[in-house]
């Protein structure tokens, strides 16, 4: 393992349909690798990854375990091709499940049962049109935080959700209480308050139920210990028990995701190359603004990967 490689792994957002397409044209290992998750989520994954419709595979219940096939079957075919191997893991809230199953701590078929399971929890949780989240940009995050308890009543929540990096801060929970939030935040000249496509709001006190019964389901998995620390976004630890670990998962649906602080752990555990392993570019970005001084690039594409092997052997 390299102690200066991190793989990081995508949360919703970077799914789309034709996803991975160029790149299991050369590498069979791809469609192998969602054959496997499909039977562990109950799903034609790669159908609905390369056929959609968008809307159903962007349904959380659909573009989690897709999402999570995608991200492992990059990580295997940078493995197969004798990829240098990264020495630590991080992953962006459901990128969580893919650097676990990466690491060794859950099968990719369990993997994939757990996700479709969060996602139907998450779904199920709140109704449709309760729920919203907004990508806040260009402000500080302490005044996002001070607006957001500022408009929050025991009814009607918001709450920050995902540091994603400096400047860059998503809110979520009751779409009555963003819509507060969006105006408070607007008379305090942020006007960069824009509406995320997603319904279900992540991270926040509305998925503590889901989060319960969450828990409840993954002891019915088989777990073993990473094979390499995977910092968690809950707590910005790479925990050292299975049941930290369990719980760590379970409090990240309904705690903010830190992911500003898991690339500043990794970078301060000696990480200077950060590789995101699945499709798009999402966290490259983020990781780009987090930190200038490190090196960060994706290997979802064939000239990415081509290029990542050869530079970082």
Request: aromatic content about 4%; glycine content about 8%.
């Amino acid at each position: 393992m390299k102690s200066t490689l991190a793989f990081v792994f995508p949360g919703q957002g970077s799914q789309s349909v034709g996803m991975l397409a160029e790149l299991a044209a050369s590498h069979s290992g791809v469609q192998k690798t969602f054959a496997e998750a499909s039977e562990g989520a109950g799903l034609d994954l790669w159908d609905l990854s390369q056929n959609g419709p968008e809307e159903k595979l962007n349904q959380t219940e659909i573009t989690q375990p897709a999402l999570l096939a995608a991200s492992i079957a990059v990580w295997r075919v940078w493995s197969a091709n004798n990829g240098v191997q990264a020495a630590q893991f991080s992953g962006h809230s459901l990128g969580e499940y893919a650097a676990l199953v990466a690491s060794g701590a859950l099968s990719l078929y369990d993997g994939a049962k757990l996700v479709r399971e969060r996602g139907r929890l998450m779904q199920a949780a709140v109704p449709t049109g309760i729920g919203a989240m907004a990508a806040v940009l260009g402000a500080e995050d302490s005044v996002v935080e001070e607006v957001c308890k500022e408009v929050s009543t025991p009814d009607s929540c918001i709450v920050p959700c995902n540091y994603n990096s400096p400047g860059q801060i998503v809110i979520g929970g009751h779409a009555t209480a963003l819509e507060r939030a969006t105006s408070v935040l607007n008379e305090r000249g942020v006007r960069k308050v824009i509406r995320v496509a997603m319904s279900v709001p992540s991270h926040t006190p509305l998925m503590r139920d889901a989060a319960t019964q969450l828990g409840e389901f993954m002891k019915t998995l088989a777990w073993a210990m990473p094979d390499r620390p995977v910092i968690q976004n809950a707590d910005v630890i790479a925990h050292t028990s299975i049941d930290a670990i369990q719980d760590a998962l379970v409090r990240q649906l309904y705690s903010p995701v830190r992911w500003t602080e898991c690339v500043q752990k990794l970078a301060a555990n000696g990480a200077t190359h950060f590789v995101e392993c699945g499709p798009g570019k999402v966290l490259t970005g983020l990781i780009k603004r987090i930190d200038k001084a490190v090196d960060a690039r994706t290997i979802g594409a064939g000239a990415d990967l081509s290029a990542a092997l050869a530079e970082l052997a």
